[in-house]
């Protein structure tokens, strides 16, 4: 079968959309971030769209083009590094990710913003870079 292209587009999309709101976050410094509720809210639901964005995507490639169904979120990024078209590093950073989503979502009430900036600071291209590779597969 042949990948939805308006799919992966409005998905990537939404991802770099992220990342642009994410932008001025970023270039806070972490104490100020900690103590900024209104910045705290705006990464965590963008870090939320674009990892769901990424997971998206993630299943679609490996149901249409892979013939793969994952059974967990992370264990999506696996089979598309074993099958070449993320590099290993990548599918590390994102399964994280994914694991990470899953706190966002379920227990809400246990998120260390600590991490959340070292998220946004340190990992957040890790989307732009899976994004980047999915519209190359056009």
């Known amino acids: 079968m042949i990948l939805n292209q308006e799919l992966i587009l409005t998905r990537c999309q939404e991802i770099e959309d992220s ?37 998206n995507l993630c299943y679609h490639i490996s149901a249409k083009y892979l013939k793969k169904v994952p059974e967990e979120y992370a264990e ?15 599918s590390e950073n994102l399964q994280k990710m994914a694991r990470f989503r899953n706190l966002l979502v379920h ?25 980047s590779l999915v519209v190359s597969l056009l």
Not at 76 to 90: K, M, N, Q, R, T
């Open 76 to 90: 999506c990024f696996i089979i598309l590094s074993d099958a070449g078209i993320i590099p290993e590093s990548l």
């Open 107 to 131: 227990m809400y009430w246990k998120i260390d913003y600590g991490t959340v900036y070292d998220i946004i600071r340190y990992n957040i291209e890790d989307l732009h870079k899976f994004s």
């Open 19 to 55: 990342l642009e709101r994410i932008k001025r976050i970023r270039e806070m410094t972490k104490e100020e971030f900690l103590k900024d509720k209104d910045a705290q809210d705006i990464a965590c639901y963008r870090l939320l769209i674009g990892i769901e964005s990424a997971l």
